[in-house]
């Protein structure tokens, strides 16, 4: 049975849901190392860099199941521009996609909030990331680069190229993204992704929380938009990616192909 193809409003729901549930686990998670001090008041475990890591890890792995394959589970702008980069996605979709990314990360934020009320803003700050003391914007912006390239390629290897083993793509690309904070977290935070950050920032904002929107334009939007973007051009280079009028179909995807020739445009 030939599999149908997703229409605009799904796909664009599916990004939203998937960047909600990275958004909602992961920076939940790191508001809830910031709350465990305070008085008992949320009687966790204590949570550490590994906790964060694993949770943001663990919250991609789900996103790519359930919505890889309507969406393609970018729920990163980063990862949507280097997609339109490479020629595997159009660039007339890119906005509607970062759209709903940013939707997704904003009501992933509102959900926390919701749960652990202002104490998750005031202390946590939302899972919002931020430069260490000791780190500069030059540092953070190398940082979130080196870190979002990392990302990209695991996800171009396991999900864009076709060549790559069948049913790998959701836990290689949780796992890179959990592998590259336990690195970049006590630096940056390791947000890697625009939308990510902006989320919960934003909503920081309507409880009198503090953002520094410089901060956020040069590591947390800039830097993830160059790693993205080298990776994709890296990975094409020495892994002569074969265009895909030129790439052989897996066994396990259906026959009928999409009006953007990716699946979903996706990577997974």
Known sequence: ??????????????????TFILVFVGCGAVSLTALIPFNGRFPVGEANLLLSALAFGFALFIAVLVVGRVSGAHVNPAVTL????????????????IGAQVAGA?????????????????FGHL???????????????????IG??????????????????????????????????MVLGPATGGSLNPARAFGPDLVNAFFGTPTNWGVYIICYLIGPIIGAGCAAYLYSYF?????????PQRADEPTETTETGEGAGAPA
Do not use: C
């Not at 980069?85 to 159009?90: A, I, L, N, S």
């Not at 992933?108 to 005031?122: E, V």
């Not at 899972?127 to 680069?145: C, D, F, H, N, R």
């Not at 892994?239 to 790439?247: I, S, T």
């Open 1 to 18: 049975m030939l599999a149908r193809t997703p229409t605009m409003a799904e796909r664009l729901v599916a990004e939203a849901l998937g």
């Open 82 to 97: 280097g997609l339109a980069v490479m020629g595997r996605f159009p660039w007339n979709e890119v906005a509607y996609y």
């Open 106 to 122: 904003i009501a992933g934020a509102l959900g926390i909030a919701a749960i652990y009320g202002k104490f998750a803003s005031t």
């Open 127 to 145: 899972g919002a990331p931020s430069l260490s003391i000791g780190t500069s914007a030059l540092q953070g912006i190398v940082a979130e680069a």
């Open 148 to 181: 979002t390239a990392i990302l990209m390629l695991a996800i171009i290897a396991t999900a864009v190229d076709r060549r790559a083993p069948a049913g790998w793509a959701a836990l290689g690309i949780g796992f890179a993204l959990g592998a590259a904070i």
């Open 239 to 247: 892994a002569h990616l074969p265009r895909p009028a030129q790439e």
